[in-house]
């Protein structure tokens, strides 16, 4: 079993700044790819960014270049640097962790809520 467990969420303006957190703990070594994802409300869970050990980065399109996915193997954690925040990246973030690249992985967080007011 892996679990995750997200911090950094909050309430922000728009244009603001946030950087989430997920610290991942117990079979880790099954981890190849970790990312996040988001759920607005009335809306499907959608894909955010991912990273694999490698590392590669993946982006949806509506955040490329405002948001920046990171990790540190080292402390098993991996970030998630929002900048230039919009009223439209409000939603749940949930950390994933998987171990085959390209599908969800089967390890989720709990979420944390990212608010942006306008």
């Known amino acids: 079993q892996v679990q995750l467990v997200e911090s950094g969420g909050g309430l922000v303006q728009v244009g603001g700044s946030l950087r989430l957190s997920c610290v991942a703990s117990?079979?880790?070594?099954?981890?190849?790819?970790m990312g996040w994802y988001r759920q607005a409300p009335g809306k499907q869970r959608e894909l955010v960014a991912t990273?694999?050990?490698?590392?590669?980065?993946n982006y949806a399109d509506s955040v490329k270049g405002r948001f920046t996915i990171s990790r540190d193997n080292a402390k098993n954690t991996v970030y998630l640097q929002m900048n230039s925040l919009k009223p439209e990246d409000t939603a749940v973030y949930y950390c994933?962790?998987?171990?085959?690249?390209?599908?969800?992985?089967?390890?989720w967080g709990q979420g944390t809520q990212v608010t942006v007011s306008s």
């Open positions: 990273i694999t050990s490698n590392p590669s980065k």
């Open positions: 117990g079979n880790i070594f099954r981890i190849l790819v």
């Open positions: 994933n962790a998987g171990s085959v690249r390209g599908v969800v992985g089967a390890y």
